[in-house]
């Protein structure tokens, strides 16, 4: 049995009109001899009844102390919603489908409320169902505990949901669909010849996500490199072909050739920063400043530690809080710099490649974009910049490595 895992956003299944493009995915997925399970988002964004968000400030609105069991269980239901009323659809359509809870997926999370991790996916419930010629419709963002408890997976959670279904169902490709055509080497509200993607790796789509590009979550990523299963990003809406991420090159698989002579495949970005930089001077300083910043839960990047300093950028909500823990420790010679931005370029091919730094300094001096710190991975550098400079410096990177002709 060939199996197709499609997940659908929101905006996808929020409207008449969008329920009959899902329609249409599917029908073609089953012309084309697939068995076929389809994920859904809760219906609309922030501010629709059955968002997340709108239900999330739904329980707000009851008071502060709902307990996360309590939580977990109205914010499954938005998604419980989309499946119910796509099945239906499917099946008022003449494709007879069946909707399912995560848990009722199969889906087994640990016992963390709100943020639950994947820890196992018995694929025999959805299995009988497709061997019975129906659609499985299955509710994103949610599975159960070993109590039975219903969980949900957090942001990008039905992203997960559909990676793990496809790994444990041994798909032959997850199919992404969204309201953009794909993978963009950048933000196309700040770069107009931004373009889409004919294909990028696992390696590089997580690291996009990490680093501001709104795309598959991370999460997703990893469930899918670790079952090799490809995954497709489309829009609902366009017969474009989306963007297919695989393995790299090195890997040894047929998609090899495109990534050949590609050094940068892409740029994001990521605004809401603020860089700190803080005179330690002393052997404990370091390692206590960074332990006391995990303890309160302050995420840190661009970290770039010497004998004297260290420098390192948190988000800018979190800046007060991390500049009071730094008092409360004694480390009083420091600067707060607000308003700053994370330029980032991506790409497989500059690893172990010279000149990839040169290029991304002399782009942005070129466009008159300060350049407070670097950080560099394998696959990435990074600049940390004023954030009023974002577009300026996306443009530039971006014309810099001639992305407009991928």
């Known amino acids: 049995m060939r199996i197709i895992v499609q997940k659908f956003g929101g905006t996808s299944v929020a409207t008449p009109e969008g329920r009959e493009a899902v329609v249409r995915r599917v029908r073609q997925a089953l012309d084309d001899g697939y068995a076929t399970v389809v994920v859904v988002s809760a219906m609309g964004r922030q501010g629709d009844p059955y968002a997340t968000d709108t239900l999330i400030q739904l329980a707000q609105s009851a008071g502060p102390d709902l307990a996360p069991r309590e939580m977990d269980l109205l914010l499954s239901c938005g998604e419980i919603i989309s499946s119910v009323l796509m099945a239906a659809t499917l099946t008022a359509a003449g494709i007879p489908a069946v909707a399912l809870t995560g848990g009722q997926a199969g889906i087994q999370t640990d016992e963390n409320y ?91 789509i997580a690291q996009m996500a990490h680093y501001g ?12 490199m670790q079952h090799r299963v490809p995954i497709r990003v489309r829009s609902t809406f366009s017969d474009n072909p989306g963007t297919l991420i695989t393995y790299s090159a090195e890997a040894g698989v047929i998609w090899s050739e495109p990534f050949s002579d590609r050094v940068v495949t892409a740029v994001t970005h990521v605004v809401g920063l603020a860089q700190v930089v803080v005179k330690t001077g002393r052997d404990w300083a370091t390692p206590r400043l960074f332990r006391r ?23 800018e909500s979190r800046a007060a809080q991390a500049e009071m823990i730094l008092t409360e420790l004694g480390l009083v010679d420091l600067q ?70 991928i």
């Open 213 to 224: 590009a709104k795309v598959v979550h991370p999460r997703a990523v990893e469930i899918a």
């Open 114 to 204: 709100g943020n639950a991790q994947i820890v196992k996916v018995d694929p025999a419930p959805v299995l009988s169902r497709l061997r019975e010629g129906l659609v499985v419709v299955v509710a994103g963002f949610q599975g159960v505990n070993a109590a039975g408890e219903v969980t949900t997976l957090g942001r990008g959670g039905s992203d997960t949901t559909a990676a793990a279904l496809g790994g444990a169902l041994r798909a032959e490709v997850v199919e992404i669909y969204t309201d953009v055509d794909g993978v963009k080497t950048a933000d196309p509200r700040l770069v107009a010849e931004a373009r889409t993607l004919s294909v990028t790796t696992y390696d590089e």
């Open 293 to 315: 910043l995990a303890n309160a839960g302050i995420s840190v990047d661009l970290i770039s530690v010497s004998m004297e300093s260290s420098a390192f950028s948190i988000p």
């Open 336 to 405: 707060v710099r607000h308003g700053c931005a994370k330029v980032t370029v991506v790409g497989s091919g500059m690893r172990g490649r010279p000149g990839v730094m040169a290029t991304v300094a002399e782009a942005l001096y070129a466009a008159e974009v300060p350049i407070w710190q670097t950080a560099d991975s394998h696959v990435t550098i990074s600049c940390l910049i004023p954030a009023a400079d974002v577009q300026r410096a996306v443009q530039a990177l971006h014309d810099a490595f001639e992305l407009g002709r």
